[in-house]
């Protein structure tokens, strides 16, 4: 346990406290990291009511993936003096399935995950992905505060 854990950062004050707390169990433990950001991009079924043209949705999708980026490199200057590897994966898609994919694809053996992320008002309705990746997890899952 604790070979290869996976830290999925959304740019969230408790998605850096996860990596903090990732970083601490790597350096005991001798751990890979495998960093996450995962966008959710815009599409036809969450804009129904909204009558957006294919550019704006593109260009949305594209500043998307901008931040993820931008979120990764800040991850990247957290982590510079981290001695085992890491591994930074930007993936687009719904956050919790996507970790979960990430996680069995990767090999990781935990994850350190952030209790809460920047999902706002859709958290309420939708449930927490932290919720849903520690309820369908097969591995060992530390949600941090």
């Not at 931008?70 to 991850?75: C, F, I, N, R, T």
């Amino acid at each position: 346990m604790f070979k290869k854990i996976l830290v999925p950062i959304d740019g969230s004050e408790t998605a850096w406290h996860a990596l903090n707390q990732a970083i601490v169990l790597g350096e005991k433990f001798n751990s890979e990291l495998v960093v996450v950001n995962v966008i959710q991009p815009y599409n036809n079924a969450a804009l129904l009511a909204v009558p957006f043209d294919y550019a704006t949705i593109n260009q949305g999708n594209s500043e998307l993936e901008k931040i993820g980026d931008q979120v990764l490199s800040m991850a990247k200057e957290k982590l510079a003096g981290y001695k085992k590897g890491v591994e930074y994966i930007l993936e687009v898609g719904h956050p919790s399935e996507r970790v979960l994919s990430v996680a069995k694809k990767h090999g990781c053996d935990s994850i350190v995950i952030g209790s809460r992320g920047l999902s706002g008002i859709a958290e309420f309705l939708l449930g927490s992905v932290s919720s849903k990746v520690s309820q369908y997890s097969t591995i060992p899952v530390l949600i941090v505060k």
